[in-house]
Structure formats: C-alpha cells, structure tokens
C-alpha cells in the first residue's frame, strides 16, 4: 500500500510564501503523476496542480498560475508545491495526490484517475 504524507501547511498572510511537500512511501507502484486538489470551506474539492514524473511535464488550475509552482524528486518520489503571493482565498485543505501509470492517457485534473491520498494539510492565509 502506497502511503501520501503531506507537511507545510500553516496559517500566513496574504502575499506570503509558502511550499508544501508530499512524500511518497510504502509499496512502490508505477508512480506516473503526482498532484494537488484543495478544499476550500464549504465548497467542492478542486485541481491546484500536477507534475508527470517521467517528463516534468507541469499542469495547474487558472486560479493558481503564475503565482503557485509544482516541482518532483523522481528519487525520493516527492512532490513539493510552492505558493507564493498568497491570497485568502487560497484557504484551504490541501491533499496529496498519486496517479499509477494506467497505460492510457488520462486527464490531470481529474480526481477519478488518482488512486492514492494524503489526509490533508491545512493552509489558512490572512488578509
């Protein structure tokens, strides 16, 4: 069983930075993507970004480009996200997300086609 354990999370002020980390453990599958959703209160739980990690190749949500960077560790099968000029609406649980390569395309943004997640980090953002 794979294991996601996210860290990072905090309470700061909007236009603050902040980065968060996923480490992968546990039984090892073929890792293909790794991504971030967050959960704002009240409302539905949505894409922030991924990373494949055969290429690099980077997505992210329209609410966080330009200002949010996703990053991996093929090594150390991790996945950092860096947030900067935060805003209060950025608020939000954010969960760690891991997608095993099913051999077929698959869209990064959905939510169905990732097989593993972490419980959730909390980031509160202040204005």
């Known amino acids: 069983q794979v294991h996601l354990v996210e860290s990072g999370g905090q309470l700061v002020q909007a236009g603050d930075s902040l980065r968060l980390s996923c480490a992968a453990s546990?039984?090892?599958?073929?890792?293909?993507?790794m991504g971030w959703f967050r959960r704002a209160p009240g409302k539905e739980q949505v894409f922030v970004a991924a990373?494949?990690?055969?290429?690099?190749?980077?997505y992210y949500a329209d609410a966080v480009k330009g200002r949010f960077t996703i990053s991996r560790d093929n090594a150390e099968n991790t996945v950092t996200l860096q947030m900067n000029r935060l805003k209060p609406e950025d608020t939000a649980v954010y969960y760690c997300?891991?997608?095993?390569?099913?051999?077929?395309?698959?869209?990064?943004?959905?939510?169905?086609?990732?097989?593993?997640w972490g419980q959730g980090t909390q980031v509160t953002v202040s204005s």
């Open positions: 546990g039984r090892s599958f073929s890792l293909y993507r």
């Open positions: 997300a891991a997608q095993s390569n099913l051999g077929y395309y698959t869209p990064p943004r959905a939510r169905a086609y990732y097989d593993v």
């Open positions: 990373i494949d990690f055969n290429d690099g190749v980077t």
